[in-house]
């Protein structure tokens, strides 16, 4: 469980100043005992994102509510391959929150609030077609505090980071009914990099010139993408996925010395 929580620190949390939202509303301290006790399932919280300076250095974006789990995993998988292919940022992570499919990205140093709602909806605009029906029945939101995977959520589901070539096998339920392995998720997390300064900075003025919002920079601007996200070959690393095979999935898992143990309704 340390070695878990030591991955989260790193690529989400703040060395100082976390917070978590209690049952009045309140804000209280993070402390390392709050979170395993979350992570063990004995006591979900809600994480605060942002710090009480308006500072945020996770950014989450949430694609799930009304609509078919199909249409906001297809969301999800466009916006995280331009991520890594358009802008040239490090690859996501991908969480299942019981409701929902969440996509994490870190960044190095944070950034004020402002900026990263600005980021996660130009990353939506410029991405996402405006006529699909996900954006006009449920964007995908960005999230300020949000029940940090892995933990248990009150309809008895678990929230869990997955592997990305998973994601299609949650479209009907997005969550688990046991509680996921604490060495499967740390394998999700621990080869993953936070988006320095340079990278944010320049990913953000690429948005910003594609929408008429600044100069364009050097680089070429991102193009909005067709309605259904292209699909890479699954040899190709650090891409998302739609169709994986089970085969697939397991292969992954065990080239990484975890065991698969996650259940999920066959339909």
């Known amino acids: 469980m340390h070695k878990l929580?030591?991955?989260?620190?790193?690529?989400?949390?703040?060395?100082?100043?976390?917070?978590?939202?209690?049952a009045d509303g309140g804000a209280q301290p993070l402390t390392p005992a709050v979170l395993a006790r979350h992570l063990s399932g004995e006591q979900t919280v809600a994480v605060r994102l942002v710090t009480g300076s308006g500072l945020a250095r996770a950014l989450v974006l949430e694609f799930g509510g009304k609509g078919g789990g199909e249409a906001h995993w297809s969301a999800l998988c466009t916006i995280a391959n331009a991520v890594q292919h358009e802008l040239d940022l490090p690859a996501p992570a991908v969480s299942i929150s019981g409701t929902a499919f969440q996509l994490w990205l870190s960044l190095a140093t944070p950034v004020p609030v402002a900026q990263a709602r600005q980021f996660a909806q130009l990353l939506r605009s410029t991405f996402l077609p405006a006529s699909t029906d996900i954006l006009a029945v449920a964007?995908?939101?960005?999230?300020?505090?949000?029940a940090l995977p892995p933990c248990l959520q009150p309809s008895g589901k678990w929230a869990a980071f997955i592997?990305?070539?998973?994601?299609?096998?949650?479209?009907?339920?997005?969550?688990?009914d046991m509680a996921p392995p604490p060495a499967a998720q740390l394998g999700f997390l621990e080869s993953l990099r936070s988006i320095?300064?340079?990278?944010?900075?320049?990913a953000l003025a690429q948005l910003q010139g594609h929408a008429g919002l600044a100069e364009a920079v050097p680089a070429a601007a991102p193009a909005p993408v067709?309605?259904?996200?292209?699909?890479a070959p699954a040899t190709q690393p650090g891409l998302l996925l739609q169709d994986a095979?089970?085969?697939?999935?397991?292969?992954?898992?065990?080239?990484?010395?975890?065991?698969?143990?996650?259940?999920?309704?066959?339909?």
Not at 8 to 21: A, H, I, M, P
Not at 139 to 146: F, K, L
Not at 163 to 176: I, K, Q, R, W, Y
Not at 197 to 202: E, L, M, R, V
Request: no cysteine; proline share 12%.
């Open 5 to 22: 929580i030591s991955e989260l620190t790193r690529l989400y949390l703040f060395d100082e100043q976390q917070q978590y939202v209690d």
């Open 139 to 146: 964007p995908p939101a960005y999230v300020e505090q949000v």
């Open 163 to 176: 592997h990305p070539s998973m994601g299609a096998a949650f479209v009907d339920e997005p969550g688990l």
């Open 196 to 202: 320095n300064p340079a990278q944010f900075a320049q």
């Open 226 to 231: 067709a309605p259904s996200p292209a699909i």
């Open 245 to 267: 095979t089970l085969e697939d999935i397991v292969r992954w898992l065990h080239a990484r010395n975890i065991e698969p143990t996650f259940r999920h309704r066959l339909p």
